[in-house]
């Protein structure tokens, strides 16, 4: 399908930007430890009170370290613009493909045997979460490697959420009747957390 293409291709896309900023944010982690070596930040004077260059730092290195620094700062703002433009074109073409429409005789099947183990009481307007799809009181069977036969608490959600930063993660939720599976991409946004839903535990009265 034309759709599953161009998809893979806005995934694809994403996940290299992702890497290109990994290694911008390196670059720039290697560059501020050439400043804590001479004891000075961005901002600090390079020249002593009578205005003779500072002989205690290489100031020729200290100059060229922020000139790169701000560079790399610009590219990096450039780059999260180009990311948070490739992710809505991932979550519009997901929404033209079968991953957020009520899932096929065979995922009611395999999702037959799980049991909801989360309930969505809050999502956030303009969040990852309803850009995913996520409703109020969707009941969650499945949140990327996490069901309910080894949840734990809370803290295993988060932990799966921070660890997830800019990547997919697979979900299976309950509405009414239908199984549906979404897909979601935990990232920093207007609003706190990477989500911008919350969730409570489902006791198994409930269920």
């Known amino acids: ?22 290694k911008i944010e390196s670059d720039m982690k290697a560059l501020k430890e050439i400043l804590d070596v001479n004891h000075v930040g961005m ?7 009578e205005g003779y260059p500072r002989n205690d730092i290489d100031v020729y290195q200290v100059r060229h370290t922020r000139y790169k620094i701000i560079c790399l700062r610009n590219d990096h703002k450039a780059l999260m613009k180009k ?4 992710l809505h074109k991932v979550h519009a073409l997901a929404g033209n493909k079968s991953e957020t429409s009520t899932a096929t005789a065979t995922d009611i099947q395999d999702t037959a045997q799980l049991d909801p183990f989360l309930r969505v009481n809050l999502v956030s307007p303009g969040s990852p979460a309803e850009a995913a799809g996520i409703q109020v009181d969707d009941l969650i069977l499945e949140f990327g490697s996490i069901d309910g036969r080894n949840f734990k608490s809370l803290k295993d959600i988060a932990t799966l959420v921070q660890n997830s930063r800019y990547k997919t993660v697979n979900m299976k939720i309950k509405r009414g009747s239908n199984v549906i ?4 991409i935990p990232r920093p ?9 919350n969730v409570i535990p489902i006791e198994t009265v409930e269920r």
């Open 1 to 22: 399908m034309v759709i599953d293409m161009e998809l893979q291709e806005a995934k694809d896309y994403v996940l290299q930007l992702m890497k290109d900023k990994d």
């Open 43 to 49: 901002d600090d004077p390079l020249e002593d009170s």
């Open 83 to 86: 990311i948070e433009e490739g």
């Open 181 to 184: 599976a979404l897909t979601l």
């Open 189 to 197: 946004w207007v609003g706190n957390g990477l989500l911008g839903c």
